[in-house]
């Protein structure tokens, strides 16, 4: 026995010998040398995100324990308290797979991203995003992100077909780090998410040109019930530091709220509206169509900061439409409620040292408001993705963190103001930071406030939303790998001493405040 097994351990020796020298060329197995370098046809990018925190914020429902996306003591149920320290970490992980097939030589292109994300212990064996740290893990939480595949027809031209990203601003959504899309354009306040549909570019050194047919919710395939985005949008170089746009969006909808995120829904009379902090209209259940465009126009100088020390960049957009009715009982769809408001912001910057992240930025915002909501039969304020997505405007490149909403986020996005209607009372404010590189490009450190009022009070409150304090610590241990340290405080005003936003109290609620330290790494 001994010796067969001797004998069939002499006779495998070559392939463990090849196993083992894999790498080298000079040895082969099956007639065909074993590859040194990866296929470059496919590419791997992984972005990690993970966050330690302690906050004073927490919902009262204890179903909304995984993600809770929308305004501070709004119908997410999220209150402040001294009674209670919300301890917790969190984790993202986002793959980004590239397949581009050398036989059609860059022309064509699969791009694949997903989302991973959860809270430290959270639940195991089930099925669901957001969740599957728990004990034993084996949960099945992979959310797709984006499918899509980008054509390349001629130079300067690009098709996009699929789930991708639906960004308000032209830059090129592959080829332009995030941070871009924050700061230009309409910087993700009204369109900031992702949506299947089909998007041509056009990108030159002058003049970058966007298209974009989007479905939103299909609904009933035989039905005309659908939300349509379309989308134009134009920007020119008009000069080495200036550039200039403009832009059309519309949505189209005839779904009657059918459809929507789990049992919110969609729409404007959702509860999705109210969840994330945008204007619920008070428009009964009657079948409804309707369109809304947004007819805008925005600039940047100095986009990137470093053509001299001077940067600025701002938008204006309207939206405008109507919501039509049919009355039970009628066969015309002759309720008719107008839309019509105005959005503003101006961010402006000096680069006083060698860096980036050696500067003073100021941030402004202003929208429209409503004060009596559609008794009138037309609501004045400002409408955006977050009406039919969840969320789907972000507004989140100033630098503030409690008053407006921070990016840092993986299953808690919330925030005072976290669409800019602000639940249809609009608002003025912004957000002021000094940023310096103590180390250049190594070690980061930033101080900023912020400040808001409501353009309308609410009944019960006043105008003046409250102020803001923060900081932040950062340090790059290599390329795309960053650990940072943040701290926020939030003033309350008077505009949380009305029970309609103050989430029904009768006094005015704690100031809320919180902490976290992260780590991030892109991985490429």
């Known amino acids: 026995m001994n010796k067969r097994i001797w004998t069939l351990c002499l006779l495998m020796m070559p392939f463990w010998l090849g196993a083992q020298e894999a790498g080298d060329t000079r040895f082969k197995g099956f007639d065909k040398a074993v590859p040194t370098k990866a296929n470059k046809q496919l590419q791997a990018f992984v972005y990690f995100y993970q966050q330690n925190v302690a906050m004073n914020m927490a919902p009262e429902n204890d179903f909304l324990k995984g993600q809770i996306v929308g305004r501070l003591f709004g119908a997410n149920t999220t209150t402040t308290s001294n009674k209670f320290t919300a301890l917790y970490a969190e984790q993202r992980a986002i793959p980004f797979f590239i397949y581009s097939p050398s036989i059609f030589d860059g022309k064509a292109t699969l791009r694949a991203s997903f989302e991973i994300d959860w809270t430290w212990g959270d639940v195991a064996y089930g099925t669901g995003g957001n969740f599957g740290s728990a004990i034993s893990a084996d949960q099945v939480n992979l959310q797709t992100q984006n499918l899509e595949v980008e054509f390349v027809p001629a130079k300067y031209w690009t098709i996009n077909v699929g789930l991708q990203r639906m960004f308000d601003t032209p830059h090129d959504l592959y080829r332009t780090f995030f941070e871009k899309f924050t700061t230009t354009g309409y910087r993700l306040a009204f369109f900031g998410t992702d949506g299947v549909g089909i998007s041509v570019?056009?990108?030159?050194?002058?003049h970058k040109l966007k298209a974009g047919f989007y479905k939103l919710y299909e609904n009933n395939v035989e039905l005309n019930d659908d939300v349509t985005l379309f989308e134009l949008n134009s920007q020119?170089?008009?000069?080495?530091?200036?550039?200039?746009?403009?832009?059309?969006y519309w949505v189209k909808d005839n779904s009657s709220g059918k459809g929507g995120v789990s049992i919110l829904g969609q729409g404007y009379a959702s509860p999705l509206t109210a969840y994330n902090g945008a204007f619920r209209f008070p428009i009964g259940a009657d079948p409804y169509h309707s369109d809304v465009v947004w007819l805008?126009?925005?600039?940047?100088?100095?986009?990137?900061?470093m053509l001299d020390r001077f940067f600025l960049s701002g938008f204006l957009n309207y939206n405008l439409g109507s919501i039509r009715q049919k009355p039970t009982g009628s066969e015309n769809y002759s309720?008719?409620?107008?839309?019509g408001g105005l959005a503003a912001n101006l961010r402006a910057g000096y680069r006083y040292g060698q860096t980036t992240g050696d500067a003073v930025i100021a941030d402004?915002?202003?929208t429209s408001g409503d004060n009596n909501g559609v008794a009138d039969g037309?609501?004045?304020?400002?409408?955006?993705?977050?009406?039919?997505?969840?969320?789907?405007?972000?507004?989140?490149?100033h630098g503030g963190y409690l008053l407006f909403p921070h990016g840092n986020v993986v299953n808690r996005f919330v925030a005072a103001v976290t669409d800019i209607s602000n639940i249809g009372y609009?608002?003025?404010g912004g957000t002021i930071n000094l940023h310096k590189d103590l180390i250049p490009n190594k070690l980061h450190s930033k101080i900023g406030g912020a400040g808001g009022f409501s353009v309308i009070a609410p009944n019960g409150g006043g105008n003046f939303m409250g102020w803001e304090v923060n900081a932040k610590l950062g340090y790059?241990?290599?390329a795309f790998l960053t650990v940072e340290a943040h701290g926020a405080y939030m003033g309350l005003g008077n505009f949380y001493d009305s029970k309609l936003t103050n989430g029904n109290v009768d006094t005015r609620p704690v100031n809320p405040w919180l902490g976290f330290v992260c780590l991030k790494w892109l991985m490429f």
């Open 201 to 206: 570019r056009r990108q030159s050194d002058r």
């Open 335 to 339: 309720k008719k409620t107008k839309i």
């Open 378 to 397: 037309k609501y004045s304020g400002v409408i955006t993705s977050n009406t039919w997505g969840s969320p789907g405007g972000i507004f989140i490149g």
């Open 426 to 428: 609009g608002v003025t």
């Open 476 to 478: 790059d241990f290599g």
């Open 364 to 366: 402004m915002i202003f």
């Open 296 to 305: 805008g126009t925005y600039f940047a100088r100095n986009e990137e900061m």
């Open 236 to 248: 020119y170089n008009v000069a080495p530091k200036w550039n200039v746009g403009a832009s059309v």
